[in-house]
């Protein structure tokens, strides 16, 4: 049974007219109904930053909710993911997430996902109005970006189709240090357009661990990565085994103790080991509330979306920095077309290879197929004999010339890659002779 006045916060929102609202906005109580019934959001981990948007969106108005994790829950999880008791020690994330909102809050629904991302086909992904990221890896942020990127079309000029663009928001926490985003591909810069803004992950010299170890981390690694292959060579470490943790940790305090070094414990082990970084409830919460509110205004146009991130520091006070970071041109994953310089006497032979030789489109082909437009110039599989003849003509001969947008596809794309060819300009020497 609905209470009386339940969303009278929303329908202040989304019933009235204001100086902040977003382009196109329209008051109408219909918007409510449209977010509690129709509207589709899906919710990509269900850790520390996963049950906090969980809780909000289904807070916020959003009545169908999907959760995607791979993981099950462990004790030390219990600390900051307020959604998990003890007795869930085990169990899918996604599912019991899920349980537990749906029993808080009445007449929401959130369908759980037990399963890699990896394994949803794209046609999943593309059901959804907005994506909502609660990662902590850098590789399932790139996997998701390409998936959000593949729906984009582009005109002609190069310019997206509104009516294909998947958007995404992306929240990131690490210790009293956060982010949110919004992505819109083809509009805003794409995950892969900024990823200088994540640092690389810090290495230690072999020479340090194994002769100079100054600190408590380079014990640990010691043990990990040059003891194990010395006292355990041929056997596989496994970072979810508590028995090969604890080896590492016994070890390393061994060695800590050696050279006076303080602070290993087996807390501090499995941090190094497996890359935890600490989590912060607090920042989970405050980075989950600016994710949500952004999905809701992209649905609703109630207020100006952010342009485009938010970063915020807690470590000293309360600090937020609003940063409108711009485009790649040349991204392979939102850009109408990654320029690429051929000849135009160069065989569509000639262009495959030198794609596959490129150091940076080359990581991502195998057996590539080339089309232009909706002509195949180069299909692998059943089309390959119907296709071939192509391999010997010129790219001249079967584009329409310079700035021509080419589809190059891969078992290893999730989706089409766009190139844009450029021929070089031909230039005349001092006697006329063109080069």
């Known amino acids: 049974m609905e209470l009386a006045g339940r969303w009278c916060d929303l329908d202040m929102l989304l019933t009235r007219q204001g100086n902040l609202v977003g382009p196109g906005f329209e008051p109408d109580p219909a918007l409510r109904e449209f977010l509690q019934e129709d509207c589709r959001i899906l ?34 999880n219990l600390n900051r993911q307020f959604l998990f008791r003890m007795k869930d020690v085990g169990k899918p994330k996604a599912e019991v997430a899920a349980e537990r909102v749906m029993a808080r809050v009445a007449g929401v629904k959130v369908t759980p996902h037990f399963c890699r991302i990896e394994e949803k086909p794209i046609e999943f992904y593309s059901e959804f109005h907005v994506i909502i990221l609660g990662l902590d890896s850098l590789e399932a942020r790139r996997y998701m970006n390409q998936v959000a990127c593949s729906f984009v079309e582009f005109d002609a000029a190069g310019s997206p189709d509104p009516s294909t663009i998947k958007p995404m928001v992306d929240g990131g926490t690490e210790g009293f240090k956060g982010h949110a985003r919004v992505i819109l591909p083809g509009f805003t810069p794409c995950f892969d357009c900024t990823l200088w803004l994540f640092p690389p992950q810090t290495k230690f010299p072999l020479c340090t661990l194994a002769e100079t170890p100054r600190s408590a981390a380079h014990c640990i690694e010691y043990a990990h990565l040059i003891q194990w292959d010395r006292e355990r060579s041929g056997e596989e470490f496994d970072a979810d085994s508590d028995e090969h943790m604890k080896w590492v940790y016994e070890k390393a305090l061994v060695r800590a103790k050696e050279y006076g070094i303080p602070g290993v414990t087996f807390q501090h082990t499995q941090g190094v080991v497996k890359n935890i970084i600490p989590a912060i409830a607090s920042t989970n919460a405050i980075v989950a509330a600016a994710c949500t509110l952004e999905a809701l205004k992209i649905i609703t146009m109630c207020s100006t979306g952010m342009n485009n991130y938010m970063m915020y520091v807690g470590t000293d006070g309360v600090y937020t920095h609003t940063a409108a970071y711009e485009k790649d ?23 495959i290879e030198a794609l596959k030789a490129d150091p940076q489109l080359g990581r991502q082909l195998n057996e590539p197929s080339i089309s232009y437009g909706a002509t195949n110039l180069y299909m692998r599989g059943v089309l390959e004999q119907a296709t071939r003849d192509n391999l010997e003509k010129t790219i001249g001969e079967l584009v329409g010339g310079d700035g021509s947008v080419i589809q190059v596809n891969d078992r290893k794309l999730l989706a089409p890659l766009r190139v844009k060819l450029r021929f070089p300009a031909e230039s005349a020497d001092a006697n006329g002779m063109v080069h």
């Open 43 to 76: 919710c990509v981990g269900a850790g520390g930053l996963g049950c906090e948007l969980l809780k909000d969106l289904a807070l916020s108005g959003f009545g169908n909710i999907d959760v995607i994790d791979m993981d099950t829950i462990d004790v030390s």
């Open 329 to 351: 041109p040349a991204c392979q994953m939102c850009s109408p077309g990654v320029p690429f310089e051929v000849r135009p006497d160069m065989t569509l032979s000639q262009v």
